[in-house]
């Protein structure tokens, strides 16, 4: 889609992005592309991941996107550098909104839910402790979230069972707020409010991202969350379309339609309606 805002993430994680997106600025044209015959990337080594960002940001080139949002965590933390380089178009990512987010909170401790690829990577580490040396950052990797996720198990015995696992190093540490550092994670908010005490803030650095775009398509029209619409809104997956609508559904309210692309062909898609 030519001119478009481009999102990409491995799966449905990014929809967290589009819909803080769309709330803000309901009339742009977005292009979305989910990665899901390489899903999940949190599992993979940094140079698998730099290989994949390369990739992916060759075929938005094609499609003539206006500018690129990173709605992934762990190409952010390990290829962003790669995408700045290549895109010949501005470069949104999660980490640097996070930092800032943390930047206005009277915090000591904070800690990060993330891939195992992002965890190793340190990068919110380096970036939020760049902005302010005082603060204290806690990484934990969470290998087991995203798959869960993506099999639609957000309310199940599992989920729960690795929300404990994750969140008791945190909690242990005493940790005054805790960075959803993958964008799959805002869909199980409700599962870590449970385990959480009431006093440790969550953020969510889509919606510092969101923010940052003001600075590309001007004053938001809402600033505050709102029904979205996908009428201006492509989406596209690298495999499983049927799959990727119905899990969709949950967080855009609708079974969007959704083509399957590949990304070594410019422009080959094929559609797939719900």
């Known amino acids: 889609m030519k001119n478009s805002l481009a999102l990409f993430d491995s799966g449905v994680g990014g929809i967290t992005v589009l819909r803080q997106l769309l709330g803000r600025h309901p009339e742009v044209s977005c292009l979305y592309l ?6 999940p990337y949190g599992n993979k080594s ?11 940001v060759g ?27 290549l895109a010949e178009v501005p470069v949104f990512g999660l980490i640097g909104a996070a930092a800032e987010m943390l930047q206005q909170k009277p915090i000591e401790r904070v800690g990060v839910l993330s891939t195992p690829a992002t965890a190793a990577s340190g990068a919110y580490r380096k970036q939020i402790v760049c902005i ?3 603060i204290s950052v806690l990484e934990v990797g969470c290998a087991d979230f995203v798959p869960l996720i993506e099999a639609g198990l957000l309310d199940d015995q599992q ?7 994750y969140l008791r190093p ?4 005493r940790v005054e707020a805790i960075v959803l550092g993958c964008t799959h994670y805002p869909l199980i908010i409700p599962v870590l409010r449970e385990i959480l005490p ?3 803030d969550l953020i969510d650095p889509a919606i510092g991202l969101a923010q940052n775009v003001d600075s590309l398509l001007g004053v938001a029209i809402h600033k505050a969350p709102q029904p979205i619409s996908l009428e201006n809104t492509k989406i596209c997956v690298t495999s499983d379309p049927v799959g990727f609508s119905e899990r969709a559904f949950k967080w855009l309210g609708m079974r ?16 797939i309606n719900k």
């Open 59 to 85: 075929w938005l080139k094609d499609q003539k996107v206006a500018a690129i949002l990173m709605a992934c965590n762990t190409t952010n933390s390990l290829a962003f550098d790669i995408v700045k380089n």
């Open 198 to 200: 009431e006093n440790v």
């Open 34 to 39: 989910a990665d899901c015959a390489r899903l």
């Open 132 to 134: 302010n040396p005082d």
């Open 256 to 271: 969007p339609k959704v083509d399957l692309v590949s990304l070594r062909k410019e422009a080959c898609f094929f559609g």
């Open 170 to 173: 945190l909690i242990d540490q």
């Open 46 to 56: 940094p140079f698998e991941i730099r290989v994949i960002a390369e990739e992916i």
């Open 159 to 165: 989920i729960r069972q690795a929300a404990f696992k």
